[in-house]
């Protein structure tokens, strides 16, 4: 399986560290839902970006991840006048909580991570 993403050297620690909090600080959004789980990897997107190549792609990453997260959560939310929107975001939270554990963990290790079922809606 090939990967979009252009290849990047091996990234520094402080790269590394900086794509890992990219992906971590998402769980914000466990107590504050929708701006908690988008705004930090954002912010560090847009302040690290131009000169760290590893970080510009971990942080794209897991903002359209988290962006993804809240379209899904939205269309749960929906879904609860049906009735099964309940047990989807229980689902959604369990499956988020764990896939960003993973991509902290991948990150660390100075690996790049692609989520699952991620929109690519920030190139």
């Not at 590893?54 to 942080?59: G, S």
Request: with cysteine.
């Amino acid at each position: 399986m090939e990967s979009s993403e252009p290849a990047v050297a091996q990234p520094s620690k402080e790269e590394v560290n900086w794509a890992a909090l990219a992906h971590v600080l998402a769980l914000i959004g466990a107590v504050l839902p929708v701006i908690g789980n988008i705004l930090p990897p954002l912010i560090i997107w847009l302040t690290k970006r131009d000169g760290m190549p590893f970080v510009e792609v971990e942080a794209r990453e897991s903002l359209n991840f988290q962006i993804s997260v809240s379209i899904y959560a939205l269309a749960c939310t929906l879904l609860m006048f049906i009735g099964i929107g309940f047990v989807l975001v229980y689902i959604l939270g369990v499956v988020w909580f764990i896939l960003v554990i993973v991509a902290a963990l991948k990150v660390n290790k100075g690996e790049s991570y692609r989520y699952p079922l991620s929109l690519r809606l920030i190139k």
